[in-house]
């Protein structure tokens, strides 16, 4: 023994033990899922060790202390006397975990102490990380007079071994020498460890390991010394990834076509390094002289590498394919490799290897060498991270990557082959990725569990399974499901574990590791017949003796839904399996339930994997069980996100409405009385006359004995509610089956509809809805079915509530609230139809607010939500004119409102003297007479106290109310009442739409009012005075003045107006829901409410908005337009959105819907077949109009001359204004038969022109299409063309691009083939706008560098350059816009736009692409075409001449000189070319005149080639060029701007010949200067002729009056709008300083003593907001975002007004006026002066802010000083002095706020309190768009204002405490100096 070997053993060496007596081996386990210990004598000895040697291993620890951990598990233990508090359980828990601790630190610092006999040590199983353990409780399986040996996770007592002597020549207290043989004797035990001689039953071959009196002596063998055992250097038995770097691919082992192979597969992720497959793990082994031993790898030791999944080998032999595809295959982009591969050819290699897995591991063919990338002496440690090149020992070769796929069958190769060459080649290197150890336990876990569910599957089949494997399975499987859920066992049922995020890695190696494969043949085990019948038969396991197997396929259907959770590929991989699992439905196992888990919104598993046979299982299901839940299942099936998914719906109602499965459906009837139902089934009206009594609804079906049963559904209601079983079955499954029929409808499902609403008519289901005996479900349901049955279904269209575009002759001279119908002409038939249905909505939702708590009851709450729905639905079609909306909108708020004291339905403001105005409510009142009755005294009892100023003096009246509102709200957490109020908060948004469009309306009907009074006088002045000069012979100067007071009126300054307020309290109410709204945990109601309430304070500057996009059509042509588009539209929707009753569908095995009507329609049969004819040509109809529809529409948008198109913004926007996209998108989506339907494809090609023109050259349209963009994300080509014109020159829309596009985009050339159009969108993005967007350019440059050889095509190898060189000669290639040399040439202009504007990271990238060698050879060869040429030129220029980074081989080498040889050449054919201009080479003369001069302009230019020396040796060809170039600027055919290119660059020749002093010829020269001279005079007399005509321009247009009108109307809507805005602007402010106002004392809208209100003063709104502000970020809702930020940045400014600072109106005397901001564009004449009209809009504004103010907070003042809230002034600015008292209170002093009296540090400190300081810090981490980045940058500023120290500490505390990847983003912050400096301030 070497002295190295003869160490002594240490604490911390990993060591494996060789039992020697009666029985040898190494002691090992049976994997991760059996905690027993075995030896295993015949799988090897000390000479020739166990493969799995790993199972071995064990760590040498010191001794864990256990007490305080035994106390702890006592206390848990579930079933103990659980008599343990909580508290002790938790002290308990944490003293345990403290323990834990300890005993960790203990341990290192004992790390390579010297192990001395005597010791107590513990064994640490590597491979599973658990202790050895005895159990001194429970005998050894086999030998029961020994005890257990188990391996035990946390360990106990009993994994503590005395460590001593089995010789005598060693004694207690020596060290332990390595290779000693020991005795191992557990301390508590007594009996030493001890190796039997009985073999296990289950495992043969395996001994058992247990304790007990015995011989038998255990060698210590050291596998790796202590020292070596680091985590930063490689090491034996270390697991790892090899990562090919330059190929970005695993090494990976795989088995295809039923071989294993190992080859680099390629990845489909993003990033190549995130993929993370199990087989793509080694694990690292040292070779030694001692077998046994492994040990730090060095970079001179030999390794192996172990393929962990299958215990492989890597190894390399002899390949004889190799040789040949060497030669076919075509070899890669770059151009090294192809060098070293010929010359790999042309040695002629007798051999050459391939990499192989070998099972043996003694194979010297597995040896290899790693050889390190950078310089390391062969002594020095391998590190964990390095790069190595692999070099094969046995045949001296090197590993070395191809391209050549092995899965050359598959659409997508992924499998790379990978070989050895004899050349070492540099870039040939791998990355070491090391793996956790917990990834590799997984991995273990999920392979063993694999193998034993496999063995127990066969044994289920053969029906021999023991009672212990049963209960192993049965662990097994519980432990699969806390292993995919992450969760540890507690106790808690297994079946029950929820976790809200899955563990994704450990669901896929669920799949990778085939244990899905073995659950389901573990689910099909039992019932299978192997011969002799199965052993269960499914209907068998109801039954209690199978109980146990029950409880196993439940185990098994819970471990796949939790497998499937959220990971689409796992999906997939069980929906194969969906025919099986629907068979073991109904037997109580869990299959239904996973199954509609994993169906649940899934729409593209839908799509794919339900068809018709599907259907029919649940069907028959159904009529097997009659449980409604299967009908539950059905419904589920036709929805995803509450969206239709039309396919399965088709197939449902196929099936479910089939005559023959009527038995299994319960029918609906109206019957007269009880006895003679039998013939008599009336509806509608004269049920109604008929009187309420007689009419009853009743429910025939059939019982399970087939027999007819019937009852009314009332009785049924009565006799469920009184606990019959039956009728309560009854009962449910009727509701179950209107849901499915609910959901068949959903989406306007005509194959539905039409049938069912023939048995269920309005009435009935009205009848029902509104029957209170019914149960609240039952009725929600009937609800629901009304809904989507009878209201969402034709006539009825989603009215627009806000119409932009305007016909001129339709807008009246007068318009009130109460005749004011948004939706244009009311359909009154329709609107007869579902009058009581509207009118039961109002009543219900009257009834709600009359309960104490709207929605104290759960039941009820089913019921609102459905009705408030309805209401919804009702309103957006248009069925309420605006008073009723307004009505309706008073009952909603009540709902809403949390103080229902105050909630009582007008009687009459008796405030302002409006008792004229009582007659009107009275009116109102009748309808709610109710109302009146219950809550008149309370009204007027809440009028009297809101009017006396404070909220409801402490009367005794007042009090008893507001005790009772103390009551806590019992609507908490409950999701059904906030979907409630979130369908409330999208009726109030549709409601304020239609009062903007009604204030439009107005606006409008002012502006017609005083342009027709104006015309009218003009029309007689003009008469008499026709040369009358000055302002006036413009028509009528119109009163501006007259129009902005009444414009003012609208927004309920005048008396008609007030009921826009949406309540009666001045839009108090409605504050107050909406503050109260925002305090919910329910984000998109906060989102919701948020929108409301910014919209409520920015009402003026809404309508403003609204009022400039106004689209006025005057001109009959505009009208007609008009009518035309609209009449189209409608007719396009009501087609599209019954297309499944015409889009023609393929036969399938089942007929289609209606007989051969399918055929008919395909073959267009016109022979006189006896069908009539009528279905098949409403089809043909439908394909023709929409087909003529689509071209109208497309006409529209363009205007096509014989040379250009021009889009017309006017009819774009008119479109736009009008929705027509909207519908397109619609037809877009109609599902129809890709292969067959050749109508249809043509349809879908006019729709994608329709948008494309739609789009053209129009922003906004662009941007509005933008959001559709994901039904474009797919492979089409049409697609391509729409997505390109939606970015096409839009600066915006490119900049803001998702890297998800472009991925998608390259993804489709690999995957779809190379099509030109996919590269012209990429090309589209990168440049927009005349601008370069570097981001874009990155990102296509990357995604395109990724793909690699699908997608990048050079020819630049011999062999593929004879390609190219073919393709130019072939005219069908240069013809074809799809052929791959157009593919080429685009690919090539793509690059040199990525690389336009000197961007050095993709200049970088394109030089290793396309070398200039290449670039040279391709355009000097006289087959190139003059398109390739332009192509590789413009690269030329971008990469590497007009570059950032000086690029040396372009000015010091041959290569540019050659090029412009070959210039001369071209020159010369364009400057002989025809005279004949039809026969041109256009392309030709673009070359050479804009490209050519292009270059030469740029190379001389730059300034790298003033120092280049080549010059002075190639000057004759210099003088060539200047010539040549010099001769195309004589050519006639020349057009303005080719001429200026070739002048500038003939100018930049003569500069660099002066500056050179290169002699150029006499008459040359003076020509140049002569030209130069003549080009001045030019460009001076150009811009005379300019002036000139700009002056007469201005006279032309006056004479143009031929569409005088129209031309005025525009012209003065224009003037209005400026005008208007000009007045508003200080009343837009004023309206939103008061939200200001309010957020900072929100709580004084609520009573005293309520939740709300103490939510309010503890801070817990301003709370609420900020903590929305960043969820709002992370759902995209970036501008309610921003508006948030700009509002809590608002409430730190000084108000600053309207404009300036703003001064105290008292002292006007001695103030100096600040100048007016915007007094220059105010028409002076009109105005008064500049000061003074500011201070005009100042009393304007501080009147409007102090009448809403009051509006809001009544006469309450938030604080004892007066101004606090009213008054603007921030103290005097005047000469006076902050002496002076200012505006009526002590002035504030000049950095106090005027808010509530707060300062502006306490300000600042209050939100930073509430966490304004962390969502700063937050958003400026996350921002993902710079608008959010800067407006929080904003904010910080406005926090740290003035030098706030309390926050300055906490930000820069925050900041020290960040790592390193979280101070990256903060170091762009640093960037903005004034957060700095504020930061600094103090510090």
């Given at each position: 023994?070497?002295?190295?070997?003869?160490?002594?053993?240490?604490?911390?060496?990993?060591?494996?033990?060789?039992?020697?007596?009666?029985?040898?081996?190494?002691?090992?386990?049976?994997?991760?899922?059996?905690?027993?210990?075995?030896?295993?004598?015949?799988?090897?000895?000390?000479?020739?060790?166990?493969?799995?040697?790993?199972?071995?291993?064990?760590?040498?620890?010191?001794?864990?202390?256990?007490?305080?951990?035994?106390?702890?598990?006592?206390?848990?233990?579930?079933?103990?006397?659980?008599?343990?508090?909580?508290?002790?359980?938790?002290?308990?828990?944490?003293?345990?975990?403290?323990?834990?601790?300890?005993?960790?630190?203990?341990?290192?610092?004992?790390?390579?102490?010297?192990?001395?006999?005597?010791?107590?040590?513990?064994?640490?199983?590597?491979?599973?990380?658990?202790?050895?353990?005895?159990?001194?409780?429970?005998?050894?399986?086999?030998?029961?007079?020994?005890?257990?040996?188990?391996?035990?996770?946390?360990?106990?007592?009993?994994?503590?071994?005395?460590?001593?002597?089995?010789?005598?020549?060693?004694?207690?207290?020596?060290?332990?020498?390595?290779?000693?043989?020991?005795?191992?004797?557990?301390?508590?035990?007594?009996?030493?460890?001890?190796?039997?001689?009985?073999?296990?039953?289950?495992?043969?071959?395996?001994?058992?390991?247990?304790?007990?009196?015995?011989?038998?002596?255990?060698?210590?063998?050291?596998?790796?010394?202590?020292?070596?055992?680091?985590?930063?250097?490689?090491?034996?038995?270390?697991?790892?990834?090899?990562?090919?770097?330059?190929?970005?691919?695993?090494?990976?082992?795989?088995?295809?076509?039923?071989?294993?192979?190992?080859?680099?597969?390629?990845?489909?992720?993003?990033?190549?390094?995130?993929?993370?497959?199990?087989?793509?793990?080694?694990?690292?082994?040292?070779?030694?002289?001692?077998?046994?031993?492994?040990?730090?790898?060095?970079?001179?030791?030999?390794?192996?590498?172990?393929?962990?999944?299958?215990?492989?080998?890597?190894?390399?032999?002899?390949?004889?394919?190799?040789?040949?595809?060497?030669?076919?295959?075509?070899?890669?982009?770059?151009?090294?490799?192809?060098?070293?591969?010929?010359?790999?050819?042309?040695?002629?290699?007798?051999?050459?290897?391939?990499?192989?897995?070998?099972?043996?591991?003694?194979?010297?063919?597995?040896?290899?060498?790693?050889?390190?990338?950078?310089?390391?002496?062969?002594?020095?440690?391998?590190?964990?991270?390095?790069?190595?090149?692999?070099?094969?020992?046995?045949?001296?070769?090197?590993?070395?990557?191809?391209?050549?796929?092995?899965?050359?069958?598959?659409?997508?190769?992924?499998?790379?082959?990978?070989?050895?060459?004899?050349?070492?080649?540099?870039?040939?290197?791998?990355?070491?990725?090391?793996?956790?150890?917990?990834?590799?336990?997984?991995?273990?876990?999920?392979?063993?569990?694999?193998?034993?569910?496999?063995?127990?599957?066969?044994?289920?089949?053969?029906?021999?399974?023991?009672?212990?494997?049963?209960?192993?399975?049965?662990?097994?499987?519980?432990?699969?499901?806390?292993?995919?859920?992450?969760?540890?066992?507690?106790?808690?049922?297994?079946?029950?574990?929820?976790?809200?995020?899955?563990?994704?890695?450990?669901?896929?190696?669920?799949?990778?590791?085939?244990?899905?494969?073995?659950?389901?043949?573990?689910?099909?085990?039992?019932?299978?017949?192997?011969?002799?019948?199965?052993?269960?038969?499914?209907?068998?396991?109801?039954?209690?003796?199978?109980?146990?197997?029950?409880?196993?396929?439940?185990?098994?259907?819970?471990?796949?839904?939790?497998?499937?959770?959220?990971?689409?590929?796992?999906?997939?991989?069980?929906?194969?399996?969906?025919?099986?699992?629907?068979?073991?439905?109904?037997?109580?196992?869990?299959?239904?339930?996973?199954?509609?888990?994993?169906?649940?919104?899934?729409?593209?598993?839908?799509?794919?994997?339900?068809?018709?046979?599907?259907?029919?299982?649940?069907?028959?299901?159904?009529?097997?069980?009659?449980?409604?839940?299967?009908?539950?299942?059905?419904?589920?099936?036709?929805?995803?996100?509450?969206?239709?998914?039309?396919?399965?719906?088709?197939?449902?109602?196929?099936?479910?409405?089939?005559?023959?499965?009527?038995?299994?459906?319960?029918?609906?009837?109206?019957?007269?009385?009880?006895?003679?139902?039998?013939?008599?089934?009336?509806?509608?009206?004269?049920?109604?006359?008929?009187?309420?009594?007689?009419?009853?609804?009743?429910?025939?079906?059939?019982?399970?004995?087939?027999?007819?049963?019937?009852?009314?559904?009332?009785?049924?209601?009565?006799?469920?509610?009184?606990?019959?079983?039956?009728?309560?079955?009854?009962?449910?499954?009727?509701?179950?089956?209107?849901?499915?029929?609910?959901?068949?409808?959903?989406?306007?499902?005509?194959?539905?509809?039409?049938?069912?609403?023939?048995?269920?008519?309005?009435?009935?289901?009205?009848?029902?809805?509104?029957?209170?005996?019914?149960?609240?479900?039952?009725?929600?349901?009937?609800?629901?079915?009304?809904?989507?049955?009878?209201?969402?279904?034709?006539?009825?269209?989603?009215?627009?509530?806000?119409?932009?575009?305007?016909?001129?002759?339709?807008?009246?001279?007068?318009?009130?609230?109460?005749?004011?119908?948004?939706?244009?002409?009311?359909?009154?038939?329709?609107?007869?139809?579902?009058?009581?249905?509207?009118?039961?909505?109002?009543?219900?939702?009257?009834?709600?607010?009359?309960?104490?708590?709207?929605?104290?009851?759960?039941?009820?709450?089913?019921?609102?939500?459905?009705?408030?729905?309805?209401?919804?639905?009702?309103?957006?079609?248009?069925?309420?004119?605006?008073?009723?909306?307004?009505?309706?909108?008073?009952?909603?708020?009540?709902?809403?409102?949390?103080?229902?004291?105050?909630?009582?339905?007008?009687?009459?403001?008796?405030?302002?003297?409006?008792?004229?105005?009582?007659?009107?409510?009275?009116?109102?009142?009748?309808?709610?007479?109710?109302?009146?009755?219950?809550?008149?005294?309370?009204?007027?009892?809440?009028?009297?106290?809101?009017?006396?100023?404070?909220?409801?003096?402490?009367?005794?009246?007042?009090?008893?109310?507001?005790?009772?509102?103390?009551?806590?709200?019992?609507?908490?957490?409950?999701?059904?009442?906030?979907?409630?109020?979130?369908?409330?908060?999208?009726?109030?948004?549709?409601?304020?739409?239609?009062?903007?469009?009604?204030?439009?309306?107005?606006?409008?009907?002012?502006?017609?009012?005083?342009?027709?009074?104006?015309?009218?006088?003009?029309?007689?002045?003009?008469?008499?005075?026709?040369?009358?000069?000055?302002?006036?012979?413009v028509p009528g100067a119109l009163d501006f003045e007259h129009i902005e007071e009444q414009a003012e009126g609208i927004f309920g300054g005048s008396e008609e107006n007030t009921p826009l307020d949406l309540d009666d309290h001045g839009g108090r109410t409605f504050l107050r829901v909406l503050l109260h709204l925002t305090m919910h945990d329910y984000p998109p109601l906060v989102s919701g409410a948020l929108q409301l309430l910014f919209r409520h304070f920015s009402q003026r500057q809404e309508v403003l908005q609204a009022f400039k996009q106004v689209q006025l059509l005057v001109t009959s042509q505009d009208v007609d337009n008009y009518k035309q588009i609209k009449q189209d539209l409608?007719?396009?929707?009501?087609?599209?959105?019954?297309?499944?009753?015409?889009?023609?569908?393929?036969?399938?095995?089942?007929?289609?819907?209606?007989?051969?009507?399918?055929?008919?329609?395909?073959?267009?049969?016109?022979?006189?077949?006896?069908?009539?004819?009528?279905?098949?040509?409403?089809?043909?109809?439908?394909?023709?109009?929409?087909?003529?529809?689509?071209?109208?529409?497309?006409?529209?948008?363009?205007?096509?001359?014989?040379?250009?198109?021009?889009?017309?913004?006017?009819?774009?926007?008119?479109?736009?204004?009008?929705?027509?996209?909207?519908?397109?998108?619609?037809?877009?989506?109609?599902?129809?038969?890709?292969?067959?339907?050749?109508?249809?494809?043509?349809?879908?090609?006019?729709?994608?022109?329709?948008?494309?023109?739609?789009?053209?050259?129009?922003?906004?349209?662009?941007?509005?299409?933008?959001?559709?963009?994901?039904?474009?994300?797919?492979?089409?080509?049409?697609?391509?063309?729409?997505?390109?014109?939606?970015?096409?020159?839009?600066?915006?829309?490119?900049?803001?691009?998702?890297?998800?596009?472009?991925?998608?985009?390259?993804?489709?050339?690999?995957?779809?083939?190379?099509?030109?159009?996919?590269?012209?969108?990429?090309?589209?993005?990168?440049?927009?706008?005349?601008?370069?967007?570097?981001?874009?350019?990155?990102?296509?440059?990357?995604?395109?560098?990724?793909?690699?050889?699908?997608?990048?095509?050079?020819?630049?190898?011999?062999?593929?350059?004879?390609?190219?060189?073919?393709?130019?000669?072939?005219?069908?290639?240069?013809?074809?816009?799809?052929?791959?040399?157009?593919?080429?040439?685009?690919?090539?202009?793509?690059?040199?736009?990525?690389?336009?504007?000197?961007?050095?990271?993709?200049?970088?990238?394109?030089?290793?692409?396309?070398?200039?060698?290449?670039?040279?050879?391709?355009?000097?060869?006289?087959?190139?075409?003059?398109?390739?040429?332009?192509?590789?030129?413009?690269?030329?220029?971008?990469?590497?001449?007009?570059?950032?980074?000086?690029?040396?081989?372009?000015?010091?080498?041959?290569?540019?000189?050659?090029?412009?040889?070959?210039?001369?050449?071209?020159?010369?054919?364009?400057?002989?070319?025809?005279?004949?201009?039809?026969?041109?080479?256009?392309?030709?003369?673009?070359?050479?005149?804009?490209?050519?001069?292009?270059?030469?302009?740029?190379?001389?230019?730059?300034?790298?080639?003033?120092?280049?020396?080549?010059?002075?040796?190639?000057?004759?060809?210099?003088?060539?060029?200047?010539?040549?170039?010099?001769?195309?600027?004589?050519?006639?055919?020349?057009?303005?701007?080719?001429?200026?290119?070739?002048?500038?660059?003939?100018?930049?020749?003569?500069?660099?010949?002066?500056?050179?002093?290169?002699?150029?010829?006499?008459?040359?020269?003076?020509?140049?200067?002569?030209?130069?001279?003549?080009?001045?005079?030019?460009?001076?007399?150009?811009?005379?002729?300019?002036?000139?005509?700009?002056?007469?321009?201005?006279?032309?247009?006056?004479?143009?009056?031929?569409?005088?009108?129209?031309?005025?109307?525009?012209?003065?809507?224009?003037?209005?709008?400026?005008?208007?805005?000009?007045?508003?602007?200080?009343?837009?402010?004023?309206?939103?300083?008061?939200?200001?106002?309010?957020?900072?004392?929100?709580?004084?809208?609520?009573?005293?003593?309520?939740?709300?209100?103490?939510?309010?003063?503890?801070?817990?709104?301003?709370?609420?907001?900020?903590?929305?502000?960043?969820?709002?970020?992370?759902?995209?809702?970036?501008?309610?975002?921003?508006?948030?930020?700009?509002?809590?940045?608002?409430?730190?400014?000084?108000?600053?007004?309207?404009?300036?600072?703003?001064?105290?109106?008292?002292?006007?005397?001695?103030?100096?006026?600040?100048?007016?901001?915007?007094?220059?564009?105010?028409?002076?004449?009109?105005?008064?002066?500049?000061?003074?009209?500011?201070?005009?809009?100042?009393?304007?504004?501080?009147?409007?802010?102090?009448?809403?103010?009051?509006?809001?907070?009544?006469?309450?003042?938030?604080?004892?000083?007066?101004?606090?809230?009213?008054?603007?002034?921030?103290?005097?600015?005047?000469?006076?002095?902050?002496?002076?008292?200012?505006?009526?209170?002590?002035?504030?002093?000049?950095?106090?706020?005027?808010?509530?009296?707060?300062?502006?540090?306490?300000?600042?400190?209050?939100?930073?309190?509430?966490?304004?300081?962390?969502?700063?810090?937050?958003?400026?981490?996350?921002?993902?768009?710079?608008?959010?980045?800067?407006?929080?940058?904003?904010?910080?500023?406005?926090?740290?204002?003035?030098?706030?120290?309390?926050?300055?500490?906490?930000?820069?505390?925050?900041?020290?405490?960040?790592?390193?990847?979280?101070?990256?983003?903060?170091?762009?912050?640093?960037?903005?100096?004034?957060?700095?400096?504020?930061?600094?301030?103090?510090?």
């Open positions: 023994m070497s002295d190295k070997m003869s160490s002594f053993l240490h604490i911390g060496d990993i060591c494996s033990l060789y039992a020697e007596g009666s029985t040898n081996g190494f002691i090992s386990t049976l994997g991760l899922v059996d905690d027993r210990c075995v030896v295993q004598p015949e799988t090897g000895d000390l000479n020739n060790p166990p493969k799995k040697f790993r199972d071995c291993l064990f760590k040498l620890c010191p001794m864990n202390r256990y007490s305080a951990q035994k106390q702890f598990w006592k206390a848990a233990k579930p079933g103990a006397n659980s008599t343990t508090d909580a508290v002790l359980l938790n002290k308990l828990h944490h003293a345990a975990d403290l323990e834990k601790k300890q005993n960790e630190t203990e341990n290192r610092k004992l790390l390579g102490t010297v192990i001395q006999y005597g010791n107590v040590i513990q064994l640490l199983h590597l491979k599973s990380n658990k202790y050895l353990t005895v159990n001194k409780r429970l005998p050894a399986l086999l030998e029961k007079n020994a005890m257990r040996v188990t391996l035990d996770e946390a360990g106990n007592e009993g994994s503590w071994f005395y460590i001593q002597p089995f010789y005598k020549l060693r004694s207690i207290g020596d060290s332990v020498v390595i290779g000693d043989k020991v005795v191992l004797n557990p301390v508590n035990a007594g009996q030493p460890l001890h190796a039997s001689s009985h073999q296990l039953v289950d495992n043969p071959g395996c001994n058992e390991v247990n304790s007990v009196n015995c011989n038998t002596s255990w060698k210590i063998v050291l596998f790796m010394k202590w020292s070596d055992n680091k985590d930063d250097i490689l090491k034996g038995g270390d697991v790892v990834r090899l990562f090919h770097a330059e190929q970005e691919k695993f090494l990976t082992c795989d088995e295809h076509r039923k071989k294993q192979h190992v080859f680099l597969r390629t990845t489909g992720r993003q990033s190549a390094t995130s993929a993370t497959s199990s087989k793509a793990l080694w694990e690292v082994e040292v070779v030694q002289h001692d077998p046994c031993r492994g040990g730090a790898g060095y970079w001179n030791s030999l390794f192996r590498f172990k393929h962990l999944a299958t215990g492989h080998y890597l190894a390399a032999e002899v390949d004889p394919d190799f040789e040949e595809e060497c030669l076919e295959f075509q070899p890669s982009v770059d151009p090294d490799q192809d060098a070293s591969r010929s010359r790999l050819r042309n040695a002629q290699e007798k051999m050459v290897y391939s990499l192989v897995s070998v099972p043996e591991g003694n194979d010297i063919s597995s040896i290899f060498e790693l050889d390190p990338t950078t310089l390391r002496g062969g002594d020095s440690l391998v590190p964990r991270n390095s790069y190595v090149r692999l070099r094969h020992l046995c045949t001296n070769t090197w590993v070395h990557s191809t391209n050549i796929p092995i899965d050359k069958e598959e659409e997508k190769p992924v499998m790379l082959k990978i070989g050895t060459s004899p050349v070492k080649e540099d870039k040939e290197a791998f990355a070491i990725v090391p793996v956790s150890p917990a990834e590799v336990r997984d991995l273990d876990f999920a392979n063993d569990a694999s193998k034993v569910l496999g063995s127990i599957a066969g044994k289920l089949e053969k029906g021999t399974i023991t009672q212990n494997e049963r209960r192993s399975v049965t662990k097994l499987l519980e432990d699969l499901v806390y292993f995919v859920t992450g969760g540890t066992n507690s106790g808690q049922d297994v079946l029950e574990v929820v976790f809200s995020k899955p563990n994704r890695e450990r669901q896929k190696l669920m799949r990778e590791q085939n244990i899905l494969k073995q659950i389901f043949k573990l689910l099909q085990a039992p019932f299978t017949d192997c011969g002799d019948g199965p052993m269960l038969r499914l209907e068998e396991l109801g039954d209690q003796r199978h109980a146990p197997f029950r409880h196993i396929c439940r185990l098994c259907y819970r471990v796949l839904r939790h497998s499937q959770q959220d990971y689409r590929k796992n999906q997939e991989y069980i929906a194969k399996q969906f025919g099986f699992m629907q068979k073991q439905i109904g037997y109580d196992v869990l299959a239904e339930d996973t199954i509609t888990a994993l169906l649940h919104n899934n729409r593209k598993l839908l799509e794919k994997h339900i068809t018709a046979a599907e259907i029919d299982t649940f069907v028959s299901l159904v009529r097997k069980n009659r449980e409604p839940r299967f009908l539950d299942y059905l419904s589920d099936l036709c929805v995803s996100m509450n969206k239709s998914i039309p396919v399965t719906q088709e197939l449902i109602c196929k099936a479910v409405l089939n005559p023959t499965n009527a038995d299994i459906l319960i029918e609906t009837k109206l019957v007269l009385s009880r006895f003679e139902f039998e013939g008599v089934s009336s509806t509608g009206e004269n049920a109604l006359e008929a009187g309420e009594d007689e009419e009853e609804v009743w429910l025939f079906w059939r019982d399970s004995n087939k027999e007819i049963r019937s009852k009314s559904v009332r009785e049924l209601a009565q006799d469920a509610k009184e606990g019959q079983k039956e009728d309560r079955d009854v009962l449910s499954y009727y509701r179950y089956q209107l849901n499915l029929f609910a959901r068949m409808c959903l989406d306007r499902q005509y194959l539905a509809i039409n049938e069912i609403s023939g048995q269920l008519d309005v009435d009935l289901i009205l009848r029902c809805m509104s029957d209170e005996n019914l149960p609240y479900d039952l009725r929600a349901s009937f609800c629901r079915l009304m809904l989507h049955m009878h209201v969402d279904r034709d006539p009825q269209e989603q009215v627009t509530p806000v119409k932009y575009a305007r016909l001129w002759s339709e807008i009246p001279s007068e318009i009130a609230i109460d005749d004011y119908d948004s939706s244009g002409a009311s359909k009154d038939e329709i609107k007869e139809r579902f009058a009581q249905t509207m009118e039961f909505v109002e009543e219900y939702l009257r009834d709600v607010v009359c309960q104490r708590f709207p929605f104290s009851d759960k039941e009820k709450n089913k019921l609102t939500f459905e009705v408030v729905n309805l209401a919804r639905n009702l309103i957006y079609f248009g069925f309420y004119n605006f008073s009723d909306l307004l009505r309706l909108t008073k009952i909603l708020l009540a709902i809403l409102d949390c103080v229902h004291v105050t909630t009582i339905f007008p009687i009459s403001k008796m405030a302002k003297g409006e008792e004229n105005k009582g007659n009107n409510d009275v009116e109102k009142l009748k309808s709610s007479n109710v109302m009146r009755s219950i809550h008149g005294v309370g009204e007027l009892m809440t009028q009297v106290v809101l009017r006396g100023g404070g909220f409801l003096p402490m009367t005794p009246m007042a009090a008893a109310p507001e005790g009772n509102v103390k009551q806590a709200e019992p609507e908490k957490e409950d999701i059904m009442v906030m979907d409630t109020k979130l369908k409330i908060i999208e009726i109030l948004q549709f409601i304020l739409n239609v009062r903007l469009d009604y204030r439009i309306s107005c606006l409008l009907c002012i502006f017609k009012r005083e342009f027709d009074e104006s015309n009218s006088q003009t029309s007689e002045t003009s008469s008499g005075n026709s040369s009358q000069e000055g302002p006036s012979n409608d007719q396009l929707r009501s087609i599209v959105e019954k297309s499944e009753l015409w889009v023609y569908k393929g036969q399938g095995p089942d007929e289609t819907m209606d007989g051969a009507s399918g055929e008919n329609e395909h073959k267009k049969t016109e022979e006189g077949n006896n069908k009539p004819q009528k279905h098949e040509s409403t089809s043909s109809y439908n394909y023709r109009v929409v087909k003529e529809i689509l071209i109208r529409l497309s006409k529209l948008c363009v205007q096509e001359s014989a040379s250009v198109r021009k889009s017309r913004k006017q009819q774009q926007r008119l479109l736009r204004n009008m929705g027509a996209h909207a519908v397109v998108l619609e037809l877009l989506q109609i599902p129809y038969e890709k292969a067959e339907d050749t109508k249809m494809q043509e349809i879908m090609r006019l729709a994608h022109e329709f948008l494309q023109n739609f789009c053209a050259g129009n922003q906004q349209n662009q941007a509005l299409l933008h959001k559709h963009i994901n039904l474009f994300l797919n492979p089409g080509i049409l697609e391509a063309v729409t997505m390109q014109h939606i970015f096409m020159n839009n600066f915006q829309l490119c900049s803001e691009i998702n890297e998800r596009v472009v991925q998608h985009f390259v993804h489709c050339i690999e995957t779809h083939g190379r099509n030109v159009q996919y590269i012209k969108f990429l090309q589209t993005i990168v440049k927009a706008e005349g601008k370069f967007i570097k981001k874009c350019q990155d990102m296509v440059m990357a995604e395109l560098v990724n793909s690699g050889e699908d997608v990048l095509v050079f020819y630049n190898d011999r062999a593929s350059f004879q390609t190219l060189i073919q393709m130019m000669r072939s005219e069908r290639d240069r013809m074809d816009e799809n052929s791959p040399l157009m593919y080429h040439i685009h690919l090539v202009e793509l690059l040199a736009v990525c690389t336009e504007g000197k961007n050095v990271y993709t200049e970088i990238k394109c030089n290793s692409l396309l070398p200039l060698d290449d670039i040279v050879r391709v355009v000097t060869h006289e087959d190139c075409i003059p398109e390739v040429k332009i192509a590789y030129i413009n690269f030329l220029n971008h990469c590497y001449v007009d570059t950032e980074v000086e690029m040396k081989e372009i000015y010091t080498s041959n290569h540019m000189w050659k090029l412009f040889e070959n210039f001369l050449v071209d020159i010369c054919r364009a400057c002989n070319n025809t005279s004949d201009r039809k026969h041109a080479d256009s392309i030709l003369e673009k070359y050479v005149t804009e490209i050519v001069m292009s270059i030469v302009t740029t190379f001389f230019s730059s300034p790298f080639s003033d120092q280049s020396t080549t010059l002075q040796t190639r000057q004759p060809v210099f003088v060539q060029l200047l010539q040549g170039v010099f001769r195309v600027y004589h050519c006639n055919w020349l057009m303005p701007s080719q001429k200026a290119s070739v002048e500038s660059c003939i100018r930049v020749l003569s500069d660099v010949a002066k500056s050179r002093a290169i002699a150029i010829p006499v008459d040359l020269d003076s020509q140049v200067n002569n030209l130069f001279l003549k080009s001045h005079s030019i460009v001076q007399k150009t811009a005379m002729n300019w002036r000139l005509s700009a002056r007469n321009a201005a006279r032309r247009d006056s004479v143009l009056a031929a569409s005088r009108d129209y031309r005025n109307i525009i012209e003065r809507l224009q003037d209005i709008v400026s005008a208007l805005e000009d007045r508003l602007r200080p009343l837009v402010q004023a309206e939103l300083s008061v939200l200001v106002d309010v957020l900072h004392r929100p709580e004084l809208l609520f009573p005293e003593n309520t939740d709300a209100r103490r939510k309010c003063e503890s801070g817990g709104f301003i709370c609420k907001l900020i903590k929305h502000t960043k969820q709002l970020l992370e759902e995209n809702e970036e501008k309610l975002c921003i508006k948030v930020l700009q509002t809590l940045r608002e409430m730190m400014t000084k108000d600053r007004g309207y404009g300036e600072k703003l001064i105290s109106i008292d002292e006007l005397d001695n103030a100096e006026l600040p100048p007016a901001p915007d007094s220059e564009n105010a028409t002076e004449e009109l105005e008064p002066s500049p000061p003074l009209r500011q201070l005009e809009d100042h009393k304007r504004g501080e009147a409007l802010r102090q009448v809403l103010v009051n509006r809001y907070y009544g006469n309450v003042r938030p604080s004892g000083r007066r101004e606090s809230l009213t008054s603007f002034g921030n103290g005097p600015l005047s000469a006076g002095g902050p002496g002076k008292p200012g505006g009526g209170g002590g002035g504030s002093g000049s950095s106090s706020m005027s808010r509530g009296e707060m300062s502006l540090a306490e300000v600042q400190c209050h939100l930073d309190k509430e966490g304004a300081s962390n969502l700063v810090i937050d958003l400026i981490m996350n921002a993902s768009s710079d608008r959010v980045f800067h407006e929080s940058i904003l904010l910080a500023i406005a926090l740290l204002e003035g030098g706030n120290t309390t926050i300055q500490l906490y930000q820069f505390e925050k900041s020290q405490n960040l790592s390193p990847q979280e101070i990256e983003p903060l170091t762009r912050i640093r960037g903005c100096a004034h957060t700095m400096l504020c930061l600094k301030d103090d510090i």
